[in-house]
């Protein structure tokens, strides 16, 4: 369970509670370990509320499993943040990223992030493509806040974004991140927009549309898809940019 008390330079979900920190077998959820803001998430609930009325679900089991993404009778989503910078287009990320990390993901684990279905990404850092200045030490991992999922607790399933807008990643996958801001100062945890990822899958590559407009990306390969990125970089820092931004 991670609590992140609002404070000056915060952004992001105030908790993040895995789903079986979070699960009860008598009440489905331990609300007070939820968000203390959104305790009374009027979705959350209500979806618990449809299903046992349309028994489609019953209380009595504490046990989690992801379920296909089919079973999902709604969606509890909330408003995605937008990038206080541009994020549409290649050229945008590699221009106004603080951090461009490579790596595979070795955990992916559902709970509910401040009340909202969702993931929580971790991933194993391998190429760092540019390295963050506000970051202490070199980063080894990378925890990501991912709003696509799908799980059931018991017999209830709780699902987040559709992964048709996204992406669905695994153990296993590639995935590249464009790191805007931290959802903390000084830790590695990060909680993207939609164009900010690029993930090598085994059935192949998942890049943003926006993005994959750039001829650069006009590749077939996650290895070609960082070398591209390394090249905008190398590019980009050869030429020096108007005062204060980022070279």
Known sequence: MLRMPREEGFTGPTTWISAKAAA???????????????????????????QEQARQATRGSAEVANVPESQCPSHTITQPDTPERPAETFAD?????????????TAVTPGFSSNVPSELLTVKVEDTLRAAVD?????????????????????????????????????????LVFVYRWVRQGQSFVD????????????????????????RLHVNKFGAVVDAVRQAVR???????????RP
């Open 93 to 105: 990320l590699v221009a106004n990223s603080i951090g461009i990390y490579a790596g595979t993901i």
């Open 135 to 175: 970051q202490p030490v070199p980063l080894t991992d990378l925890q990501l806040f991912y709003g696509v999922a799908h799980f059931r607790i018991g017999s209830y399933i709780f699902c987040g974004l559709s992964s048709s807008g996204w992406g669905e990643p695994q153990v296993g996958d590639q995935v």
């Open 192 to 215: 993207p927009v939609e164009n900010q990822l690029v993930f090598g899958t085994k059935k192949g590559l998942y890049i943003p549309v926006p993005v994959r407009r750039d001829e």
């Open 235 to 245: 590019q980009r820092q050869a030429v020096p940019g108007p005062a204060g931004e």
């Open 24 to 50: 009860d077998p008598d009440r489905v959820l331990k609300w007070e370990l939820l968000d203390d803001s959104n305790a009374a998430n009027p979705s959350l609930q209500g979806s618990i509320r449809d």
